[in-house]
């Protein structure tokens, strides 16, 4: 398909995957005749991935983000769901990354047509195509329209309230028309900070360099369970070993929180991410793929609230059924409802022998900071094959997984 064109959609359910060189955020908004959402339910993204007939897939592997429609399933008075995409990497612009959408019939996987996006320039999210019913049919239309101020942008202009941060700088978006002669340059690349070399391939990541002024000299002896629960703070590490051996197979990695005043329901997030020996991401276990590597990292399920005793969510990691390639599991909490840490009090993380559920190491956030995510610790395997855990407690501006593996990568 070209720039404009339509055609009949001849698959009930069909599904819209959105490629480009570099990783994109792909959504769907149910619009009624006045081009409108009818609430914020009508947009589907990786946060909200259901809507009525149309649903979120999220990237995996070699499989990339996709917004499925089901037209039967779609309510009375929907008459169009434009699919949108925008880069995950944050600023980042299309110049360059003009992706391509590609309509499947979602059952048997066929392919029934494709659009690639014209060159663009400064658009840092784009209407990549719109399915829409007219004369009782459903046809697909190849759009391409591109917007200079994100997908929030877009998801403003369609009548969504968006509260996330950073907030638009207008109301009401200005779409960027599609270039006629040239696309406009890009802007100059914001510097980049500067990033650690990244590990030998041959072995894991060792644990970070002590602090160039630590208030104290650092400690001679590993601290081991040989001596039983081990009470860490920021920055400590414990390995867990026992007798000079290793002491677990298998550990559950549990979090917990309280909400900090008036009962108001917080819904905290905890997901372990997976990283190489490169500190790239391998995958992550989080509510929406409770288990990965066939189960070596098993995830709870999703707490809404904080309510109840104990641990709120928990992980569970087989130490020995991890692939070799594992070399850092990262453990974060991001706020899915949007509150600051500062609104929770008593976070915290603790490491339980999974065969005794015996506790081994306990890390109390004793400060809370006016964030949405925090990287609470990591699980290191060293090039002697032990496993340390370390204590980070960091803060970051991030409210899904997905966002916390950039900041998790560079605390590995």
């Known amino acids: 398909m070209t720039q404009g064109g339509n055609a009949p959609l001849t698959a009930a359910r069909v599904t819209v995957e959105v490629t480009a060189p570099k990783a994109l955020d792909v959504s769907g908004l149910l619009l009624t005749e006045a081009g409108k959402v ?15 007939g149309v649903t979120h897939r999220p990237a995996s592997g070699a499989t990339p983000d996709a917004i499925t429609i089901d037209t039967a399933a779609v309510p009375a ?9 925008s880069p995950d990497e944050a600023g980042a612009t299309f110049a ?11 059952d048997s996987g066929q392919v029934l047509v494709t659009f690639t996006a014209p060159q663009l320039g400064r658009e840092t999210a784009l209407i ?25 942008g877009i998801a403003t202009d369609f009548g969504v309230t968006v509260e996330d941060e950073p907030a638009p700088a207008a109301a009401t978006a200005t779409p960027v028309a599609p270039p006629v002669t040239a696309p406009a340059p890009a802007p100059a690349p914001a510097p980049v900070a500067p990033v650690a070399p990244p590990l030998p391939q041959s072995a894991p990541p060792m644990p970070p360099a002590p ?28 390995s867990l070993e026992k007798n000079g051996k290793p002491f677990l197979s298998s550990v559950r990695m549990g979090l917990g929180w309280e909400p900090a005043g008036r009962g108001r329901n917080i819904d905290l997030d905890a997901s372990c991410i997976a990283f190489d020996a490169k500190r790239e991401k391998l995958d992550t276990a989080w509510f929406m793929k409770l288990g990965i590597f066939n189960g070596a990292v098993a995830h709870s399920g999703d707490n809404l609230t904080g309510a109840g005793g104990g641990d709120d969510e928990s992980i569970t990691v087989h130490l020995d059924g991890l ?12 706020s899915f409802s949007g509150q600051k840490f500062t609104d929770v009090k008593n976070a915290y993380c603790r490491l339980v022998d999974a065969g005794s559920d015996q506790e081994l190491v306990r890390f109390d956030l004793t400060q809370s900071e006016p964030h949405t995510g925090v990287v609470m610790c990591k699980l290191v395997r060293q090039y002697s094959g032990e496993w340390v855990m370390t204590a980070i407690g960091e803060y970051v501006d991030a409210k899904t997984a997905r966002a916390m593996v950039k900041p998790a990568a560079s605390m590995l």
Do not use: M
């Open 128 to 152: 990549v195509v719109e399915v829409y019913q007219r004369g009782g049919a459903w046809k697909v239309r190849a759009v391409g329209q591109g917007y200079a101020n994100g997908l929030a």
């Open 96 to 106: 360059g990354i003009e992706p391509t959408a590609t309509v499947r019939d979602a």
């Open 38 to 52: 009818r609430s914020d339910a009508d947009f589907v993204f990786f946060n909200a991935p259901h809507g009525p």
């Open 211 to 238: 602090p160039a002024a630590p208030a104290a000299p650092p400690a001679l002896t590993k601290i081991t369970l040989d001596k039983g629960r081990v009470s860490l703070t920021k920055g400590g590490s414990v």
């Open 77 to 85: 008075g929907i008459t169009k769901i434009v699919v949108t995409a």
């Open 323 to 334: 692939p070799p390639e594992v070399c850092g599991l990262v453990f974060v909490v991001n």
